[in-house]
């Protein structure tokens, strides 16, 4: 039998009061076996427990439309109500850790545990996201880590057969040893189809499909939650490795057992594996399990119950069937060349009894190890507010110089590259392919879309961590609005450093509040998300980087816009105020060389203003082309534009302006800029709604010109923004 001792105390990431409180639970020492399960149960990935008191402070219902939200935080995902008898399925998960050891397998089976998220609770899956974060460029290990993680996204997500139809890819050092690997999937399901976790029946048999168990994986969750250090590679053996192809037989499979009346329960096996699903299902039915490890299907010899309860194997789910539905569920996962055991059952007991070889080999209270695991109220600093930048004290450089480096630089640069290699047209439904504001699937047979996208600006949640959660917020919101969708609700994954430092926990914090009052005014609840800390290595955290997903429905896709310019001779109107904020914005970075200053401020009521008006001119046919203003302000969202529809433009300057570089590249908020054939209806209606436009040039021929700056042709920049992320891979 194992000691238990201080040292494999620390080895399972439990503190000496963690383990003091598992003696209360138990009355008595545990096994190895049952320490490993309180490992992973309360470790920081599984439980949040650095997190969740900041958490429960956002809104995770509609104070407008009371029924929008079916499901919020709690479940595998949640949902959200878009008529017709239908929701939408949906959530963003991490797998930062185990894409830097080994960036194939980790952005794969990223992508394969939130589709099995989606599906579990019945919903076909239609569009995956990824939003990644790389070190910088120049850094030995970043190109290896770009091409793996894409090839693991492109390679999980085309053999399953959902398209990848957005996100985005940014660097920056802070994550030189911590990559940032989030992914987001949204499916659709029939309200009257929903599937939820919580087991149920005295004697119902508990049943294990799919993949076999190995060794791989095991201490994921362990790993996932604490910093790197220089010995990270040796941690490989915790990534899981995943098998697309198993995993749509096994979508199809629970699909179609889903059609029958047979299913109490099923949730996924994902961080902790058996341990969590079984653990999660029973506390949130109120019941026990016992579990036979022998009936478990394995591909390894001699596995111990240690290792098969641990194992984060893929491709996996634990289900409750009625009884007497056995053989029904057998034969469709048997039809699917899929495993199929009966492993359990649920009893009255409130405790989990777990056999192997004829022995109990762990008896753990149920309630006391999935609810009572440690909620830490840990100290925390507010960030120190950094002074607003003068635009005169900040480099002036002609705008076309300007723009053309912020086009080519490694933000800003089209990532074309990246989702040429993933099917973004499989299933038929994509209408708005990836490089927009947003992606858009259309609802399948009818004119309805969902619009998705992912975002954040981590350099503004540095700079102030409040006004960066609301901005990221704020952002997903513009993103949805100017495709002309009713943003719906948000999904987020809050990637930080080391909660136990007071400064980093300040950026959770900062960030969670920012959010929260966002998501309160703009009526765009939270129903799902994903911590992600101690992302950092040998105590360099990450930039805080709380990555906002988001949805929004479009009732008729025949109104939506897109982000370009379709027609010479429009009239481009810029909606919202500018004053030139050029603290911790893109310029300042790309063109000073600096990375300091205030963030812009985020007025709430003007976003929801200006984003309603939008709406509404694009519900009227009024404008053509729709683009929100963020990284690199007026000029770079209107080179974006210009290319998106190969027709050229000419901006104004505005008279008297000193500073055309706070004009053109300042990164005020609750911007948005269109391109319309009716400007004098468009201003009227402006007037109307108090929402201060201006006009500020035309569309037409083969280049963008800046009044009194220059001229760049299309040609050339198309060749400066498209150039870099294929060089780069190339290693030119």
Same mark, same amino acid.
């Given at each position: 039998?194992?000691?238990?001792?201080?040292?494999?105390?620390?080895?399972?990431?439990?503190?000496?009061?963690?383990?003091?409180?598992?003696?209360?639970?138990?009355?008595?020492?545990?096994?190895?076996?049952?320490?490993?399960?309180?490992?992973?149960?309360?470790?920081?990935?599984?439980?949040?427990?650095?997190?969740?008191?900041?958490?429960?402070?956002?809104?995770?219902?509609?104070?407008?439309?009371?029924?929008?939200?079916?499901?919020?935080?709690?479940?595998?995902?949640?949902?959200?109500?878009?008529?017709?008898?239908?929701?939408?399925?949906?959530?963003?998960?991490?797998?930062?850790?185990?894409?830097?050891?080994?960036?194939?397998?980790?952005?794969?089976?990223?992508?394969?545990?939130?589709?099995?998220?989606?599906?579990?609770?019945?919903?076909?899956?239609?569009?995956?996201?990824?939003?990644?974060?790389?070190?910088?460029?120049?850094?030995?290990?970043?190109?290896?880590?770009? *091409?793996?993680?894409? +090839?693991?996204? /492109? !390679?999980? %997500?085309?053999?399953?057969?959902?398209?990848? @139809?957005?996100?985005?890819? =940014?660097?920056?050092?802070?994550?030189?040893?911590?990559?940032?690997?989030?992914?987001?999937?949204?499916?659709?399901?029939?309200?009257?189809?929903?599937?939820?976790?919580?087991?149920?029946?005295?004697?119902?048999?508990?049943?294990?499909?799919?993949?076999?168990?190995?060794?791989?994986?095991?201490?994921?969750?362990?790993?996932?939650?604490?910093?790197?250090?220089?010995?990270?590679?040796?941690?490989?053996?915790?990534?899981?490795?995943?098998?697309?192809?198993?995993?749509?037989?096994?979508?199809?499979?629970?699909?179609?057992?889903?059609?029958?009346?047979?299913?109490?329960?099923?949730?996924?096996?994902?961080?902790?594996?058996?341990?969590?699903? *079984?653990?999660?299902? +029973?506390?949130? /039915? !109120?019941? %026990?399990?016992?579990?036979?490890?022998?009936? @478990?299907?394995?591909?390894? =010899?001699?596995?111990?119950?240690?290792?098969?309860?641990?194992?984060?194997?893929?491709?996996?789910?634990?289900?409750?069937?009625?009884?007497?539905?056995?053989?029904?569920?057998?034969?469709?996962?048997?039809?699917?060349?899929?495993?199929?055991?009966?492993?359990?059952?649920?009893?009255?007991?409130?405790?989990?009894?777990?056999?192997?070889?004829?022995?109990?080999?762990?008896?753990?209270?149920?309630?006391?190890?999935?609810?009572?695991?440690?909620?830490?109220?840990?100290?925390?600093?507010?960030?120190?507010?950094?002074?607003?930048?003068?635009?005169?004290?900040?480099?002036?450089?002609?705008?076309?110089?300007?723009?053309?480096?912020?086009?080519?630089?490694?933000?800003? +640069?089209?990532?074309?590259?990246?989702?040429?290699?993933?099917?973004?047209?499989?299933?038929?439904?994509?209408?708005?392919?990836?490089?927009?504001?947003?992606?858009?699937?259309?609802?399948?047979?009818?004119?309805?879309?969902?619009?998705?996208?992912?975002?954040?600006?981590?350099?503004?949640?540095?700079?102030?961590?409040?006004?960066?959660?609301?901005?990221?917020?704020?952002?997903?919101?513009?993103?949805?609005?100017?495709?002309?969708?009713?943003?719906?609700?948000?999904?987020?994954?809050?990637?930080?450093?080391?909660?136990?430092?007071?400064?980093?926990?300040?950026?959770?914090?900062?960030?969670?509040?920012?959010?929260?009052?966002?998501?309160?005014?703009?009526?765009?609840?939270?129903?799902?998300?994903?911590?992600?800390?101690?992302?950092?290595?040998?105590?360099?955290?990450?930039?805080?980087?709380?990555?906002?997903?988001?949805?929004?429905?479009?009732?008729?896709?025949?109104?939506?816009?897109?982000?370009?310019?379709?027609?010479?001779?429009?009239?481009?109107?810029?909606?919202?105020?500018?004053?030139?904020?050029?603290?911790?914005?893109?310029?300042?970075?790309?063109?000073?060389?600096?990375?300091?200053?205030?963030?812009?401020?985020?007025?709430?009521?003007?976003?929801?203003?200006?984003?309603?008006?939008?709406?509404?001119?694009?519900?009227?046919?009024?404008?053509?082309?729709?683009?929100?203003?963020?990284?690199?302000?007026?000029?770079?969202?209107?080179?974006?534009?210009?290319?998106?529809?190969?027709?050229?433009?000419?901006?104004?300057?505005?008279?008297?302006?000193?500073?055309?570089?706070?004009?053109?590249?300042?990164?005020?908020?609750?911007?948005?800029?269109?391109?319309?054939?009716?400007?004098?209806?468009?201003?009227?209606?402006?007037?109307?709604?108090?929402?201060?436009?201006?006009?500020?040039?035309?569309?037409?021929?083969?280049?963008?010109?800046?009044?009194?700056?220059?001229?760049?042709?299309?040609?050339?920049?198309?060749?400066?923004?498209?150039?870099?992320?294929?060089?780069?891979?190339?290693?030119?």
């Amino acid at each position: 039998m194992t000691a238990i001792t201080p040292e494999l105390i620390a080895e399972h990431g439990l503190t000496a009061e963690e383990y003091d409180k598992i003696l209360e639970i138990m009355g008595r020492e545990p096994n190895h076996t049952e320490l490993g399960v309180f490992s992973v149960m309360w470790s920081e990935h599984c439980s949040y427990k650095s997190s969740k008191l900041w958490l429960k402070t956002l809104p995770t219902e509609s104070t407008e439309d009371p029924d929008r939200v079916i499901c919020g935080p709690g479940e595998n995902a949640g949902i959200v109500d878009i008529g017709d008898g239908q929701a939408v399925i949906f959530k963003m998960e991490s797998h930062n850790h185990p894409s830097y050891i080994e960036p194939y397998q980790g952005a794969a089976t990223g992508v394969g545990g939130i589709l099995r998220d989606v599906f579990t609770m019945g919903a076909r899956p239609i569009a995956n996201l990824n939003a990644l974060r790389f070190g910088e460029p120049d850094h030995p290990k970043t190109r290896h880590l770009v *091409s793996g993680v894409v +090839a693991g996204i /492109g !390679g999980y %997500g085309n053999c399953i057969g959902v398209p990848t @139809v957005g996100g985005e890819c =940014e660097f920056h050092p802070s994550y030189n040893g911590n990559i940032l690997v989030n992914a987001f999937t949204a499916g659709l399901v029939d309200t009257d189809k929903i599937f939820y976790s919580a087991a149920a029946g005295i004697g119902n048999p508990v049943v294990y499909v799919g993949s076999k168990t190995g060794r791989d994986g095991i201490h994921g969750a362990t790993m996932a939650s604490t910093e790197f250090n220089a010995d990270s590679e040796e941690k490989r053996p915790t990534v899981q490795v995943g098998d697309p192809f198993t995993e749509k037989l096994l979508v199809e499979a629970c699909l179609e057992l889903m059609q029958t009346d047979a299913i109490v329960a099923i949730q996924d096996m994902g961080a902790a594996g058996l341990t969590s699903s *079984s653990f999660e299902m +029973a506390s949130k /039915g !109120g019941v %026990g399990i016992h579990m036979d490890l022998d009936q @478990v299907p394995q591909r390894e =010899e001699g596995m111990t119950p240690y290792e098969m309860l641990l194992s984060e194997s893929q491709e996996r789910m634990l289900m409750v069937l009625k009884p007497g539905k056995e053989d029904i569920a057998r034969a469709i996962f048997e039809k699917w060349e899929l495993d199929f055991a009966i492993v359990g059952t649920i009893t009255d007991t409130g405790r989990m009894v777990i056999h192997h070889k004829g022995e109990v080999v762990a008896d753990l209270p149920i309630d006391p190890l999935a609810l009572a695991s440690p909620e830490y109220d840990r100290p925390w600093v507010e960030n120190e507010s950094r002074p607003v930048l003068d635009a005169l004290d900040v480099t002036m450089v002609d705008p076309i110089e300007a723009l053309t480096k912020i086009m080519g630089c490694p933000d800003q +640069a089209s990532k074309r590259w990246i989702w040429e290699q993933y099917d973004h047209m499989v299933m038929g439904d994509t209408v708005a392919r990836p490089g927009g504001d947003s992606a858009v699937v259309r609802i399948h047979g009818t004119q309805k879309g969902l619009a998705l996208t992912s975002d954040v600006a981590p350099r503004y949640c540095l700079a102030h961590p409040y006004e960066g959660g609301k901005q990221a917020v704020a952002e997903a919101w513009r993103n949805l609005t100017a495709v002309g969708a009713k943003p719906l609700a948000v999904t987020d994954n809050l990637n930080f450093g080391n909660p136990e430092k007071p400064e980093i926990m300040g950026q959770v914090v900062g960030c969670i509040r920012g959010m929260g009052e966002a998501c309160s005014a703009l009526d765009f609840p939270v129903v799902s998300g994903n911590v992600s800390l101690y992302n950092e290595t040998q105590g360099e955290p990450i930039l805080p980087t709380p990555t906002i997903g988001a949805v929004g429905l479009i009732e008729k896709l025949g109104i939506r816009v897109d982000a370009a310019f379709h027609d010479d001779d429009q009239t481009l109107i810029l909606v919202g105020e500018t004053r030139g904020h050029l603290g911790a914005s893109l310029y300042l970075r790309e063109i000073a060389g600096r990375e300091e200053g205030a963030p812009p401020p985020v007025d709430l009521a003007r976003e929801r203003a200006h984003g309603d008006f939008i709406r509404e001119l694009i519900g009227c046919g009024l404008i053509s082309g729709c683009h929100d203003l963020s990284d690199g302000g007026l000029a770079v969202a209107a080179a974006e534009m210009a290319l998106a529809g190969n027709v050229g433009c000419t901006l104004e300057s505005p008279p008297g302006a000193a500073a055309l570089h706070a004009w053109f590249f300042g990164e005020d908020q609750a911007r948005y800029l269109i391109a319309t054939d009716d400007k004098d209806e468009v201003m009227t209606r402006a007037f109307q709604a108090n929402v201060p436009v201006r006009t500020i040039g035309k569309t037409g021929g083969d280049a963008l010109e800046i009044a009194g700056s220059g001229t760049i042709s299309l040609e050339e920049l198309r060749r400066l923004h498209e150039d870099w992320m294929p060089s780069y891979m190339a290693g030119e």
